[in-house]
Structures are given as structure tokens and as C-alpha cells.
């Protein structure tokens, strides 16, 4: 089973900060890394598919980029509305795993 | 645009068969994997399983033969039954869409807003 592993597991940002999230892949995963955004009591909402393809509606501020076994999420200028937890969730294998998830507070 | 509505009880016994059904509009129900995952009070997101309107179906390894999904093309709709249920199976359980294209698109697009189901007695 491929496990993933966030970091950090929470962090502290201000509005206008630079944020980067990593996520790392027990064994090499290609490009086959999604992130997505959960706010409290709604459903995640997917931003990034394929390690670096931003979705439709998703603001140029988020960023991903990686491949193989590390990736990471940047966020370029924190947003009020981006104040959230963020997961990676791997579609190499059909375990369809998440990361524990990084609150930014 | 596209929803999905997930019903079902709040509340199930432990030991008995939790079942929940999601209604899908907006979309074709040809068009995606349909899936079920679910999220423990204050934990992270747990992939249950899913299935094709084909009826090629994946599961969670973890969860093992307690997981059945069907999809009713007719209505629309897909299920999620799991037996035996716990305390540990207390859970937000979301339906989903995720899409499959070719390369490394492989994803969940759509969510409902989840149903929250507590086992106990």
C-alpha cells in the first residue's frame, strides 16, 4: 500500500506569506499526485490534478509541481478564503491513499 | 451544474449494515468512476471504493470484503453498503466522481457534502 506523508501537519501564515506544503510518496508515484482544499464542515474541492495541473476556477496563486515520490503545493500570496486543510491523495495505485492533511491557520 | 446528494440513516447499530445512496444530476452517470470516502471525526480522508456504470469496481484493501458499491444507471444513483460495522466506521461519508483521462488525470471532481453516520447501539 503506498502511504503518503505530509508536512507540516499545521502551520502558522499571515495573509500575503508565501506557503509551501510537501507530500511525499512511500514509493515513486509518476505524476499521479491531486491536492485538494477542505474547509471545515464542506467537502474538499480538488485544485491541482496530475502533480501540476490547475483546475478550472482555481486561482494562478496555487502551484504544484513534483514528481517520482516528492511534491509540493505552493501558494503564492495567502488569501483570506485560503485558510483551509489541505490534502495530496495519490491515483497510482487503487488504494487512492490521502496524506493526513495540513491545516493553515 | 452538477450535484450530489448523498441519504441515508444517521444512525446504525453496531454489528449491522450501514447503507447510503447518492444521487447523482448534472452530469452522466457514464462519465466517471463513482466513489465512496469517507472522513472520522477530526481525521483525515479515507478512500472506501468505487465502481463503473460497466460495473469494473476497485475497494479499499483495508476494508476487505465488507464493502459493496452498486450503480443503478436508471436512476442516476449509486450505493455503498458496509457490513459489520464499529464505533470505528463513525464517519462524514462522502459520495464522489472521479474522472479518469488519459495520462495522469485521475481524480475526484465531484463531492457531495457528505452524510455524517454514527455506530452505536
Known amino acids: 500500500d503506498i502511504q503518503m506523508t505530509q508536512s507540516p501537519s499545521s502551520l502558522s501564515a499571515s495573509v500575503g506569506d508565501r506557503v509551501t506544503i510537501t507530500c511525499r510518496a512511500s514509493?515513486?508515484?509518476?505524476?499521479?499526485l491531486n491536492w485538494y482544499q477542505q474547509k471545515p464542515g464542506k467537502a474538499p474541492k480538488v485544485l491541482i490534478s496530475?502533480?501540476?495541473t490547475l483546475q478550472s476556477g482555481v486561482p494562478s496563486r496555487f502551484s504544484g509541481s513534483g514528481s517520482g515520490t516528492d511534491f509540493t503545493l505552493t501558494i503564492s500570496s495567502l488569501q483570506p478564503e485560503d485558510f483551509a486543510t489541505y490534502y495530496c491523495q495519490q491515483s497510482s495505485s487503487t488504494s487512492y491513499t490521502f496524506g493526513q492533511g495540513t491545516k493553515v491557520e | 451544474q452538477v450535484q450530489l446528494q448523498e441519504s441515508g440513516p444517521g444512525l446504525v447499530k453496531p454489528s449491522e449494515t450501514l447503507s447510503l445512496t447518492c444521487t447523482v444530476s448534472g452530469v452522466s452517470i457514464s462519465s466517471h468512476y463513482w466513489s465512496w470516502i469517507r472522513q472520522p471525526p477530526g481525521k483525515g480522508l479515507e478512500y472506501i471504493g468505487d465502481?463503473?456504470?460497466?460495473?469494473?469496481?476497485n475497494n479499499n484493501p483495508s476494508l476487505g470484503s465488507r464493502v459493496t458499491i452498486s450503480v443503478d444507471t436508471s436512476k442516476n444513483q449509486f450505493s455503498l453498503k458496509l457490513t459489520s460495522v464499529t464505533a470505528a466506521d463513525t464517519a462524514v461519508y462522502y459520495c464522489?466522481?472521479?474522472?479518469?483521462?488519459?495520462?495522469?488525470?485521475?481524480?475526484?471532481?465531484?463531492w457531495g457534502q457528505g452524510i455524517p453516520v454514527t455506530v452505536s447501539s
Open positions: 496530475a502533480a501540476s
Open positions: 514509493q515513486t508515484i509518476a505524476r499521479y
Open positions: 465502481m463503473y456504470y460497466t460495473g469494473s469496481a
Open positions: 464522489a466522481g472521479r474522472r479518469v483521462v488519459g495520462g495522469w488525470l485521475n481524480y475526484f471532481e465531484y
